[in-house]
């Protein structure tokens, strides 16, 4: 395992609603990357988030916006949510904002009604 | 035209085949590409870096043809295990690391 986890596994929302999902780094990184999945395709990055600071984005609306605590760990908040938005949401921690390779976390499956 | 694009699946293979998977890049100023396994609902886990020397891990092998914006991925001597959606990963060098994925192709392995 990665030792990277997610909370929740599964959520369930309505459209307009509001959702944060969570997502704890591996012990001793310090980026945190947010992906997302939709059925099938290849994971789309949303943005990396590098000691506290968001440190490159990727082509999403301002909806979708996150944080990252002093613990490394980060949320993702997604605001008036569309069907669309439903997707498997992927977490991946790495250390440093230059390093190839990152582990991901199992993913929080939002649906969508 | 996509960033990352592979071979549109699903490959049925029998166990014992050998089976390549193919992806192109359009950025190229890229620099660092990968294969990731996906098995169903979750997570991708890396299998192995490309690079232009080529790579070989047991039974997987990866090439990259940078002058082509080219990886392959070969699988020899399959197993119902190698079952699985296999991702093309490219790095496109920004400043920072972000991982710029293909749609993925899906391979299934039969007795």
């Known amino acids: 395992e990665t030792g990277v986890t997610q909370s929740p596994t599964h959520l369930i929302k309505t459209r307009g609603q509001q959702v944060t999902l969570r997502c704890s780094s591996q012990?001793?990184?310090?980026?945190v990357s947010w992906y997302q999945q939709a059925l099938g395709q290849g994971p789309q990055f949303i943005f990396q988030?590098?000691?506290?600071?968001?440190?490159g984005r990727g082509n999403f609306p301002p909806r979708f916006s996150g944080l990252q605590f002093p613990n490394y760990s980060s949320e993702l908040n997604v605001n008036a949510l569309e069907l669309d938005d439903s997707a498997l949401y992927l977490c991946?921690?790495?250390?440093?904002?230059?390093?190839?390779?990152?582990?991901f976390g199992p993913g929080t499956r939002l649906t969508v009604l | 035209r996509k960033e990352v694009e592979q071979d549109p699946g699903p490959f049925n293979v029998p166990e014992g085949a050998t089976v390549a998977f193919n992806c192109t890049y359009s950025?190229?100023?890229?620099?660092?590409f990968f294969w990731y396994r996906q098995d169903c609902r979750k997570e991708p886990k890396l299998l192995m870096s490309?690079?232009?020397s080529g790579n070989e891990d047991g039974r997987f092998t990866a090439q990259l043809n940078r002058a082509s914006q080219y990886i392959s991925l070969l699988i020899r001597d399959s197993k119902l295990s190698d079952s699985a959606t296999y991702l093309c990963?490219?790095?496109?060098?920004?400043?920072?690391?972000?991982?710029?994925f293909g749609k993925g192709t899906m391979l299934l392995v039969s007795p």
């Open positions: 991946a921690s790495s250390l440093g904002q230059h390093t190839d390779t990152q582990y």
């Open positions: 012990s001793g990184h310090n980026t």
């Open positions: 988030y590098y000691r506290e600071e968001e440190n």
């Open positions: 950025n190229s100023a890229s620099q660092s």
């Open positions: 490309v690079y232009s």
């Open positions: 990963v490219v790095i496109p060098g920004s400043g920072y690391s972000t991982l710029t």
